[in-house]
């Protein structure tokens, strides 16, 4: 079974839409084999990044320690839902209190 899970990067913690492509590289390395990224949308307040994969969980762990390490974790929201679902559970931050959702 897979699953889409979804790093939302609020707009002002990257410099600028570059800086995508850039943490794009370092994610695809941190997930090696075990996800593949599915791509992204841009819109004024925030960038969605997409990956499939069949360890949701897992796979956040890897990229958090990429995100951990570039000080950008405090800029970012993470959930999850089956492929073509429209149910999210979200992951990121641990206690959010807002719904999260897609553009």
């Given at each position: 079974?897979?699953?889409?899970?979804?790093?939302?990067?609020?707009?002002?913690?990257?410099?600028?839409?570059?800086?995508?492509?850039?943490?794009?590289?370092?994610?695809?390395?941190?997930?090696?084999d075990?996800?593949?990224?599915?791509?992204?949308?841009?819109?004024?307040?925030?960038?969605?990044?997409?990956?499939?994969?069949?360890?949701?969980?897992?796979?956040?762990?890897?990229?958090?320690?990429?995100?951990?390490g570039?000080?950008?974790?405090?800029?970012?929201?993470?959930?999850?839902?089956?492929?073509?679902?429209?149910?999210?559970?979200?992951?990121?931050?641990?206690?959010?209190?807002?719904?999260?959702?897609?553009?």
């Amino acid at each position: 079974m897979d699953y889409q899970l979804v790093i939302k990067f609020r707009r002002k913690s990257l410099a600028d839409d570059d800086a995508v492509a850039a943490i794009q590289d370092e994610l695809r390395q941190a997930l090696g084999d075990s996800a593949a990224l599915d791509g992204y949308d841009l819109d004024a307040r925030e960038i969605n990044l997409f990956v499939v994969t069949p360890d949701p969980k897992h796979s956040f762990r890897r990229l958090k320690a990429v995100l951990e390490g570039r000080d950008m974790l405090q800029g970012v929201s993470a959930a999850f839902r089956l492929v073509g679902g429209a149910q999210f559970t979200s992951l990121w931050p641990l206690r959010t209190t807002r719904k999260f959702r897609l553009p």
